[in-house]
Structure formats: structure tokens, C-alpha cells
């Protein structure tokens, strides 16, 4: 039976309370967490914005990543951009990038933890880029830890089941529109049984293990390291409703891995900081940004969910808000695509210059492929064209 929609309020009301001490001073003091970096290969532009303090990479030559693993920083993020791409070229880059990082790992070095970042509705190359970055680094993971919460937006792994928060209501992850994607699409939103049916069978939903939030609340990290130390199972579910059960599962996993384990991650972003010891700090502020005040800001939106169609629907009610419409149609005829280029860009320097804000989006209808290759094709044309555009 598939699971209903929860109240968001009474949903997180009803579960046992939260752990009381905070992690995160454990974790930046942990022995091994000093003698390690962490690695993230993002699938897509967005991961990093959970982080602070870090580099960001879009290539990876050996010696920058030597560089990095020799220096000070607590983690460091690769943009591979892998969710633009198809299957096959997924797994050959991240195969390359895992090959980069043993390469550049050398005695004396911090040891590399790897994680792939993935989409907190669970679109993206599952599992085939993960076990393709699992061969290059050479094996030997006792599993594929698999946290998609991302609290921060919505996002919430209760009873194994995935939610995304809508309101005040949380929606099964298989009932949203994320999961009819063209290219990633799934049915199931209970995690076990999404793997299931990503790997076609072959890793079956009772095989699948899980970190409970019961485990998480009542526990607290010992038991969380307890449980990942007898782990059987070669991908486990780790669910979470707050960003201190991710921080109670950080410092889990950290001792577990003092015991000899060794895991690979898929996660969302939530997770990336708390494993990695950065605290937090406040949202940016106009006053950090150092905006000149002469011209207008630019706002660029590309993707086609309904969720980002009612925040753009929102924005373009706000005073003094410029809006050009991208006819995506227009992109990916060949004829017209150079003009409709032209005339955006027209369009939005005149606003600019007028000291207006911008919001340049995408026509909000979804156009996809015969199939998902195509699908994919279809994104990386109109994102060259918002490119183009600015």
C-alpha cells in the first residue's frame, strides 16, 4: 500500500524528542575527523549551499587535489555536473574522478571520506554513478549510507518513508512531481523499496538496512555507531527529521569508521556540513554581498517544477520586479534559437541599465523527449542557452 500524506506539525510533534547534546563539538574534536578530508562530487550547481569555507572545483587535475588534501580546510566540493549527463557518461567520470582521487591521496596526506551529493527528491544516477566511484576508489565499502533529508528544504526520511513538505502537509516523495521526472522518475517512496527498484531487483527492499529515528532520538550516537558496526547490508537508509538527528548520525558514522568501517555516501545536502565539522553560520545579507547600487540585480530560473513555477508566480508580484520570459520552444529550433538569445538579452540589459531588478525564467512548459537520453539533451540545450544569455 502506498503511504498518504501526514500533517507536517503533528508528524514531527509525535515523534520522541530530539537528542539532547549537541554533536558537532564532538565531531570537530574527534581524532580521525582532524586526519581526513571530505570529498563531495556534486551532482549539481546547488550543493554547496550548505557549506561555507571550502573550494569548489570544476576540474581535477592531481595536483590541485593534493593541494587540497594538504591543506586546512574541512572539505571540498567537486562540481561534476553528472545529473546533466547520460547514464554511461556519469559512471565514466565519476570512475575517473575516484581513479584522480586515490592517485592524489599519498601516505602522510589527509585520508579522502567521499561523498556523492545527490538530489534531495532522489533524481540523479542511482546507483550507477555511486558504484561506478565505488570500483575507482578501490572497493571495500561495508556500504552506501543513503540520507537524502535536506531540512532546510522540506525534505524528511521518517519510517523509511521520503517526504517532501508541502505547506503544512508532507507528500510521499513518489506522489510529487519530482518523481514523474523524465529522466529519474520512480514510484516508490519508502527508500528500501526505492532501491529496489533502481537496481531492478537486484538489491531487494528487505535486504536494505535502516537507522531509525527512534535509534537516532533514543540512543543518540552510540547506538547509531552500535548498529552501522553489525551492519549486514550493502546499502542502509538513514532517516532524519532534524538537522540534530543528521548531527547525532555524523558523529555515529565517525565512530563507527574509528572502528575499522568503511562507508560511501549518497546524500543530499544537509548532511555535507554536520559530517564535516563546519558550524553554522547565518544566511547571507545584502550588506555581505558588497552590490553595487547603480544597476539592477539579475535573477536567473531554469527549472520547470511547480514548486519553482508558484516561487516564481511569488516573485514577480513584488514591486519594481522585471520579468523576460524565455520561450524554451524557441531555444531548441535551430533557426530561431541565436534570436531568441538576442532578444532576452536585449530586453533584460535595457531593464538592468534602468536600475530595475531582472528575473529572466523559462516558458513553463515542460518539454522532454522521446526518451531519457533525450530528456537530458533537451535540459543541457536550454541551460547553454540561459548561459548564452548571461
Given at each position: 500500500?502506498?503511504?498518504?500524506?501526514?500533517?507536517?506539525?503533528?508528524?514531527?510533534?509525535?515523534?520522541?524528542?530530539?537528542?539532547?547534546?549537541?554533536?558537532?563539538?564532538?565531531?570537530?574534536?574527534?581524532?580521525?575527523?582532524?586526519?581526513?578530508?571530505?570529498?563531495?562530487?556534486?551532482?549539481?550547481?546547488?550543493?554547496?549551499?550548505?557549506?561555507?569555507?571550502?573550494?569548489?572545483?570544476?576540474?581535477?587535475?592531481?595536483?590541485?587535489?593534493?593541494?587540497?588534501?594538504?591543506?586546512?580546510?574541512?572539505?571540498?566540493?567537486?562540481?561534476?555536473?553528472?545529473?546533466?549527463?547520460?547514464?554511461?557518461?556519469?559512471?565514466?567520470?565519476?570512475?575517473?574522478?575516484?581513479?584522480?582521487?586515490?592517485?592524489?591521496?599519498?601516505?602522510?596526506?589527509?585520508?579522502?571520506?567521499?561523498?556523492?551529493?545527490?538530489?534531495?527528491?532522489?533524481?540523479?544516477?542511482?546507483?550507477?554513478?555511486?558504484?561506478?566511484?565505488?570500483?575507482?576508489?578501490?572497493?571495500?565499502?561495508?556500504?552506501?549510507?543513503?540520507?537524502?533529508?535536506?531540512?532546510?528544504?522540506?525534505?524528511?526520511?521518517?519510517?523509511?518513508?521520503?517526504?517532501?513538505?508541502?505547506?503544512?502537509?508532507?507528500?510521499?516523495?513518489?506522489?510529487?512531481?519530482?518523481?514523474?521526472?523524465?529522466?529519474?522518475?520512480?514510484?516508490?517512496?519508502?527508500l528500501r523499496e526505492w532501491v529496489e527498484e533502481k537496481t531492478s531487483g537486484r538489491v531487494a527492499a528487505t535486504s536494505v538496512?535502516?537507522?531509525?529515528?527512534?535509534?537516532?532520538?533514543?540512543?543518540?550516537?552510540?547506538?547509531?555507531?552500535?548498529?552501522?558496526?553489525?551492519?549486514?547490508?550493502?546499502?542502509?537508509?538513514?532517516?532524519?527529521?532534524?538537522?540534530?538527528?543528521?548531527?547525532?548520525?555524523?558523529?555515529?558514522?565517525?565512530?563507527?569508521?574509528?572502528?575499522?568501517?568503511?562507508?560511501?555516501?549518497?546524500?543530499?545536502?544537509?548532511?555535507?556540513?554536520?559530517?564535516?565539522?563546519?558550524?553554522?553560520?547565518?544566511?547571507?545579507?545584502?550588506?555581505?554581498?558588497?552590490?553595487?547600487?547603480?544597476?539592477?540585480?539579475?535573477?536567473?530560473?531554469?527549472?520547470?517544477?511547480?514548486?519553482?513555477?508558484?516561487?516564481?508566480?511569488?516573485?514577480?508580484?513584488?514591486?519594481?520586479?522585471?520579468?523576460?520570459?524565455?520561450?524554451?520552444?524557441?531555444?531548441?529550433?535551430?533557426?530561431?534559437?541565436?534570436?531568441?538569445?538576442g532578444r532576452v538579452a536585449e530586453a533584460t540589459d535595457r531593464r538592468l541599465c534602468d536600475g530595475q531588478d531582472v528575473v529572466?525564467?523559462?516558458?513553463?512548459?515542460?518539454?522532454?523527449?522521446?526518451?531519457?537520453?533525450?530528456?537530458?539533451?533537451?535540459?543541457?540545450?536550454?541551460?547553454?542557452?540561459?548561459?548564452?544569455?548571461?
Amino acid at each position: 500500500m502506498k503511504p498518504l500524506a501526514r500533517a507536517l506539525a503533528d508528524t514531527l510533534a509525535n515523534l520522541p524528542s530530539e537528542w539532547p547534546d549537541d554533536p558537532l563539538p564532538a565531531i570537530r574534536a574527534a581524532p580521525s575527523s582532524s586526519g581526513e578530508m571530505l570529498v563531495v562530487l556534486d551532482d549539481d550547481p546547488t550543493g554547496t549551499q550548505t557549506v561555507h569555507g571550502i573550494a569548489v572545483l570544476t576540474e581535477w587535475p592531481i595536483e590541485a587535489l593534493r593541494a587540497e588534501l594538504t591543506s586546512d580546510r574541512r572539505a571540498l566540493y567537486l562540481l561534476t555536473n553528472s545529473r546533466s549527463m547520460p547514464l554511461a557518461q556519469a559512471q565514466l567520470l565519476n570512475a575517473e574522478i575516484g581513479r584522480a582521487i586515490r592517485t592524489a591521496a599519498q601516505p602522510g596526506m589527509r585520508r579522502p571520506v567521499v561523498i556523492s551529493r545527490s538530489d534531495s527528491t532522489l533524481r540523479g544516477h542511482f546507483p550507477g554513478e555511486v558504484e561506478a566511484l565505488a570500483d575507482a576508489l578501490g572497493g571495500g565499502f561495508d556500504a552506501t549510507l543513503l540520507i537524502p533529508a535536506f531540512i532546510a528544504g522540506g525534505r524528511y526520511t521518517i519510517d523509511d518513508i521520503h517526504y517532501v513538505a508541502d505547506g503544512d502537509r508532507l507528500i510521499p516523495a513518489g506522489e510529487t512531481d519530482f518523481a514523474r521526472d523524465a529522466t529519474f522518475g520512480y514510484s516508490a517512496s519508502n527508500l528500501r523499496e526505492w532501491v529496489e527498484e533502481k537496481t531492478s531487483g537486484r538489491v531487494a527492499a528487505t535486504s536494505v538496512g535502516s537507522i531509525t529515528i527512534e535509534t537516532i532520538r533514543r540512543a543518540g550516537p552510540n547506538g547509531v555507531a552500535a548498529q552501522l558496526a553489525e551492519l549486514r547490508s550493502s546499502v542502509c537508509v538513514v532517516n532524519a527529521a532534524s538537522e540534530r538527528d543528521l548531527a547525532v548520525v555524523a558523529l555515529g558514522i565517525l565512530q563507527a569508521e574509528a572502528r575499522g568501517k568503511r562507508f560511501l555516501y549518497r546524500t543530499a545536502a544537509s548532511i555535507v556540513p554536520l559530517r564535516a565539522g563546519i558550524s553554522p553560520r547565518p544566511l547571507l545579507a545584502r550588506a555581505d554581498l558588497d552590490l553595487p547600487a547603480a544597476t539592477g540585480g539579475l535573477i536567473i530560473v531554469g527549472s520547470y517544477v511547480s514548486k519553482t513555477s508558484g516561487q516564481v508566480a511569488r516573485l514577480l508580484e513584488q514591486p519594481d520586479v522585471a520579468s523576460v520570459e524565455v520561450h524554451v520552444e524557441a531555444l531548441l529550433e535551430e533557426a530561431g534559437c541565436d534570436n531568441e538569445i538576442g532578444r532576452v538579452a536585449e530586453a533584460t540589459d535595457r531593464r538592468l541599465c534602468d536600475g530595475q531588478d531582472v528575473v529572466i525564467f523559462t516558458s513553463r512548459r515542460l518539454v522532454t523527449g522521446a526518451d531519457s537520453e533525450r530528456s537530458l539533451a533537451i535540459g543541457r540545450k536550454v541551460s547553454d542557452g540561459l548561459i548564452r544569455i548571461v
